[in-house]
Nanobody, 120 residues
């Protein structure tokens, strides 16, 4: 049974940084785990993903150069380092197991999310 638990969200000022964590259980090395966000009234937006086997990564254009995804297989944890945060980054952030990514994102399992609020 796959379970994902996000943590690390909070309130941060414009230009600040946060690191989100995703503790995963029940996943194998075949999985890719990623992050998506959803702001009120907006569609879900895929941000980044990482292969648990070889560590290859993908970033959406909206976060490329500002966000960094990484993994610690010993801890079964995936991280999202977010820098230069802007008010438009305010959303609930979720981690999930990736089915498709890039032009179209889809997810198998995801957690309950963690709120990120960027104040100006």
């Amino acid at each position: 049974q796959v379970q994902l638990v996000e943590s690390g969200g909070g309130l941060v000022q414009l230009g600040g940084s946060l690191r989100l964590s995703c503790a995963a259980s029940g996943v194998t090395m075949d999985y890719a785990i990623g992050w998506f966000r959803q702001a009120p009234g907006k569609d879900r937006e895929g941000l980044s993903c990482i292969s648990m086997s070889d560590g290859s990564t993908f970033y959406a254009d909206s976060v490329k150069g500002r966000f960094t995804i990484s993994r610690d297989n010993a801890k079964n944890t995936v991280y999202l380092q977010m820098n230069s945060l802007q008010p438009e980054d305010t959303a609930v952030y979720y981690c999930g197991t990736v089915v498709t990514y890039g032009s179209s994102w889809s997810w198998d399992y995801w957690g309950r999310g963690t709120q990120v609020t960027v104040s100006s």
